[in-house]
């Protein structure tokens, strides 16, 4: 007892002054950052490399410059008709497809050093150089900007040079080893210096005396698929490169969370728009629609995230599966938000229609009385007050000052065959179409230059209904996808999957069924106007974690019943083995 009470006294002394210079010593040395450190290390003949099991700090730092762009293209870009939503897709593809090269090298060579840190750097400046360019990034538009082009084609230009020198680093680090992996890095190498050079070989075609340069725009985007496959080509074949034991699943669900996550940004901004004049049910119902939205989007990525390695090629494929769903991801996002105040803008015509009828159909004003009722009710509207409408009040205004100037608007003979405050009175569809105008800027659309308003929100109904469930479609294809492909090798379809891939089948047939009822147009403008549209989509969504839960629910019951069986067969098998073997015994003992 003496003895014990004697060493853990002498185990509490505290060490001595030297001990702690040591210790500091090795903590100073452990702290300072490697110029450069080599992503290749050799064990007993094999080879392989440092790999990480989750991202680094300067991975998630990256991540948000993405999502910046992603902001800031979006505030820029209102989606108002198929050529602001064709370039919203392009430069969001260019993005992403930067985004991903740099992040597949990363998950494999990537190790923390002032190299590395300053590669980072460059790789920020590229990032921000595509905040740029994508301010004014409207390729096809009728107004073109070749300067701005060009220097897209030297930020691309950059940050393939600079993915060509990594590779060329990780070649001679590797070299030092071994010479087994010198082709697929040479490849590797190769594939990004010659999309530098078809980069920066784009940018004479985007000259001020070539035009629009129309035909060159293409090159961008095979360029980008190009070196896609090869390096995804390369890392297939030789599996050494490839992601197996890497933290690319982390990556890619870390940037899926990010790009749900934005969506919350827009729902703060959307919040204000419809419930700027105070609280009302319809709103709050609406932005809770949106908020289930992200939440399901959330579930039924993450609650079937793929765990352990399930095969090479088809983890690769699932990353490239990453680009269709984080685009329809943020389509669905903006979607959601654009139908919303869709609604909104049909509910504040609906009351303005209801005024004119009052003004018209029942109090039968006329001249500057009716002119003033109806613009006490667009003031209600609260325009002049958004720097987006203020100029369309005006516009809005001069029409109402035409209805006053016309004798007998309001007359029994044009008023008597309309009984109810959802009709268009004969004579006041200018200002009608005028104030949906309005509205829609209001709303913070920014309009091209020249573009009548009224017009161009109309279309953009259209443009937004279709985006918004062609988006539907491919997320739910994605998620469809993503159960096939992270089933592991020789597990048994179950009923877990039998119900996953019923429920997406089932949402992804209702979703093209919408999509052809955009050409009914009656349908698709009741559908909008009378706010269910979002409220359907929640609908489709639960269905689909409903039958998650109800298809793992029933597998585990199944699953354990057949578990319990195998251990009771397993069981009476021991038991006849061993009693065969006792009588076995007995036998050659007599």
């Not at 784009?202 to 035909?215: I, R, Y």
Request: charged share 15%.
């Amino acid at each position: 007892m003496r003895s014990f009470f004697h060493r853990r006294k002498a185990e509490a002394q505290p060490a001595s002054a030297d001990e702690l210079l040591v210790e500091q010593l090795q903590e100073r040395k452990a702290q300072v950052l490697p110029w450069i450190e080599s992503p290749v290390k050799a064990h007993d003949g094999d080879l392989t490399f440092h790999l990480r099991h989750e991202a680094n700090s300067v991975e998630l730092f990256f991540d948000l410059f993405f999502v910046a762009n992603l902001a800031t293209f979006t505030a820029y870009h209102a989606i108002v008709d198929i050529d602001a939503l064709l370039a919203y897709i392009g430069l969001f593809g260019i993005i992403w497809a930067t985004w991903f090269q740099v992040t597949l090298h990363d998950v494999r060579f990537a190790i923390d050093s002032v190299y590395e840190r300053a590669c980072k750097v460059i790789q920020f400046m590229v990032m921000i150089g595509f905040a740029l360019v994508g301010s004014a990034f409207a390729p096809g538009g009728k107004k073109q900007n070749n300067k701005n082009f060009k220097i897209l084609c030297w930020l691309l230009f950059t940050s393939r040079a600079l993915l060509a020198i990594q590779y060329i680093a990780v070649l001679v680090f590797s070299l030092q080893k071994t010479k087994k992996l010198v082709l697929p890095i040479v490849l590797n190498t190769a594939s990004f210096v010659l999309a530098a050079g078809a980069f920066i070989a784009m940018t004479p075609a985007f000259a001020a005396a070539t035009g629009d340069g129309w035909t060159i725009y293409y090159v961008w985007y095979i360029v980008l698929f190009a070196e896609s496959a090869a390096v995804i080509g390369v890392s297939s074949i030789w599996r050494t490169l490839s992601f197996k034991k890497t933290h690319l699943v982390e990556r890619m669900g870390l940037l899926t969370l990010i790009v749900i996550g934005e969506g919350a940004i827009g729902v703060t901004k959307t919040v204000g728009k419809l419930m700027g004049k105070g609280i009302n049910f319809e709103g709050c119902a609406l932005v809770l629609c949106i908020i289930l939205i992200l939440v399901f989007l959330w579930m039924l990525y993450f609650d079937n995230h793929p765990h352990g390695h399930y095969g090479t090629v088809r983890e690769q494929l699932w990353a490239c599966l990453h680009f269709p769903l984080h685009l329809a991801i943020v389509g669905v996002v903006e979607g959601s938000q654009q139908i919303a105040l869709a609604r909104y803008v049909f509910k504040n015509i609906d009351q303005f229609r209801a005024d004119i009828y009052i003004a018209c159909a029942e109090q039968r004003l006329e001249g500057k009385m009716l002119v003033d009722a109806l613009t006490k009710a667009v003031d209600n509207f609260q325009l002049d007050k958004k720097v987006e409408s203020q100029a369309q009040v005006a516009v809005i205004k001069k029409s109402i000052t035409a209805l006053g100037a016309q004798a007998g608007i309001c007359s029994g003979a044009t008023v008597s065959t309309f009984d109810t405050r959802k009709d268009v009175i004969p004579g006041f569809g200018n200002v009608m179409r005028d104030l949906i105008g309005g509205l829609f800027q209001a709303n913070g659309a920014k309009l091209p230059n020249g573009t009548e308003p009224a017009e161009l929100a109309i279309n953009s109904f259209t443009t937004v209904y279709i985006y918004f469930w062609c988006s539907v479609l491919v997320v739910i294809a994605c998620f469809l996808s993503f159960i096939w492909l992270t089933r592991h090798h020789g597990r048994r379809t179950d009923i877990f999957d039998r119900f996953a891939i019923g429920g997406r089948t089932t949402m992804l047939l209702l979703s093209t069924a919408f999509i052809v009822l955009f050409r009914q147009q009656d349908f698709m403008y009741y559908f909008i106007e009378n706010g269910s549209l979002l409220p359907a989509f929640v609908g489709m969504l639960f269905t689909i974690v409903c039958c998650d839960r109800l298809g793992r629910l029933q597998s585990a019951k199944a699953l354990k019943k057949y578990v319990g069986l195998g251990e009771i067969e397993m069981q009476s098998s021991d038991r006849d083995s061993k009693e065969q073997v006792a009588v076995a015994s007995h036998e050659v003992h007599h």
